[in-house]
């Protein structure tokens, strides 16, 4: 697909990383500017093209566009082919994926002097493009794909290092808020030097060149956040989100980014009308995390000893490891969708009264914008950072016990069924405090989807972007 649009029309080129959780709110932002008659273009490489052609076919829209990318040979990147697919990349090497990455910077370059859209709007894994947009005069907004709680937390402990003060990491340290964490709840790269580091490094360099941030939130949601990262740390910044709400038809609900669910949604949907409203607790932990064997089994002892309703979405790779029978014993009170699921359609459901959630920033809107508490379980990346927001700002849910955050695809049993039946008790069940709590989840769902809506706060804030665009382009490319 091409890039033209009329004379005079905002142009923004969208460029996001391959990893599913990046793409899929890149593309979500696409189709808001888009539905506000902005000329989006996505840039993408080879193996998500046919995912990402399917997703704007369904989103109707003649004001969305593809550019591809063409991939460095295997010589030069030692890495398999496909490589670059969304199913693929968040289980490669780490510094291999990064570097092959950044052979894309010369077509990107052409691309961009040849199309010269108004602003480039890239992923923070992609700081090379902030030299790219430099060289061509092109301003680049910084999508990060987190709150601006954690960019706050991030910033606080990147800058004054309160975790090199404390004795031990389980001893409090204080970030902005003021919200207490410990050093065992920090990511690796906050901890000990690693390769992430020297990303960030390029990262924060790359944010010096860049215009301002995206940030895939509303103000109302976290108010005195986005105020310190505005005001007091004094970053340019436009709330966008939750971005998640522009696929508000069925269809869009049940496939975003072109992935196939491997369920039907009608089955899936008729289990979910048999239910009581929020009887039924849905358990996700993404695409990327693997728990071991034993992990599962705790699960599944949990949610069975509950004595919940539950929607549990397993990865393929972990089916065979939970426990025999759950369903069966469950008598019809489980379903267990074995790859991907519908998660917006099943979060929206009025069954559904809880979550149990890994604490991705995407997952976490996302049960935001549906209005439901959330058990939370954070292992790794910013999610313990969300998990501080659910639970200690926001108060729309309870820690599944989870103290230490771990690494991707390294897991061990850190949770036993016991702690997990108590924290689906607590946020399903009676009494005044869950009854609290699923009051300010709905009434924050409803806050967000206003946000977004005709004249909400994140709808003024995309329109104020997009003014200061197109009519200063001279002081934007200073």
Known sequence: MGS???????????FPYMAAGHMIPMLDMAKLFAGRRVASTIIITPSNTALVTSTIRRANSNSISLLCLPLPSPVHTGLPDGWDSSASIGHLDFQTVH???????RPLHHLLADHQPDCLISDMFLPWTADVAHELGIPRLIFHG???FSLCVLHHLEHYRPQDNVSSDDEPFIV???VEMTRSQLPAPLKSNTDFNRLLERMHEAEAKSYGVVVNSCYEMEPQYAEHYTKIIGKKAWCVGPVSLC????????ERVGERVSVDHGGCLAWLDSKKPESVLYVCFGSLIQFTAAQLREIALGLEASGRAFVWVVSAEGTEAVSEGLQERSEGRGMIIRGWAPQVLILNHEAVGGFLTHCGWNSVLEGVSAGVPMVTWPIFSDQPFNEKLVVDVLEIGVRVGARIAG????QEVVVKSEKIERA???VMGSGEEADRRRTRARRLGEV???????GGSSCKDMGRLMEELMLAPERVRE
């Not at 004379?7 to 080129?13: A, C, E, G, M, V």
């Not at 570097?99 to 910077?105: E, K, S, T």
Request: a negative charge.
């Open 99 to 105: 570097h092959a990455i950044a052979l894309l910077r």
């Open 176 to 178: 902005p808020g003021p």
């Open 4 to 14: 033209e649009a009329a004379p005079n029309r905002l142009r923004i080129f969208f």
């Open 247 to 254: 696929s508000e038809s069925g269809t869009h609900k049940v």
């Open 146 to 148: 987190m709150g601006f």
């Open 407 to 410: 690494e991707e695809g390294d």
């Open 424 to 426: 689906v008790d607590w």
């Open 448 to 454: 967000a989807r206003r946000a977004v809506g005709e």
